[in-house]
């Protein structure tokens, strides 16, 4: 995962927390899209990911967009 080559890369500072969008491509050609949140706590920085890979990327982006559709419906302030 560390040889992934970086194609895109998006930093979104949040607060206390840091998030990383990702768009690699691995040895083989396949994509991969990747979200890290990084956040220090007591000094030291945690960092959790998650990986979609090329294959599963129509059902996560339709599932985020549903999402997203659902939280624009939301009153102001409920998010």
């Known amino acids: 995962m560390q040889d992934d080559k970086v194609l895109f890369t998006e930093k979104v500072s949040a607060g206390k927390r840091t998030y990383f969008v990702d768009v690699k491509e ?3 050609g ?6 890290t949140e990084s ?3 007591d000094g030291e920085f945690i960092r959790n ?20 559709s659902f939280i624009q419906t939301l009153p102001k302030g409920e998010y």
């Open 49 to 68: 990911n998650v990986m979609i890979f090329q294959e599963d990327f129509d059902k996560i982006f339709d599932a985020l967009e549903k999402a997203k």
């Open 30 to 35: 396949s994509h991969i899209f990747k979200i």
């Open 26 to 28: 691995n040895k083989q």
């Open 39 to 41: 956040r220090k706590n």
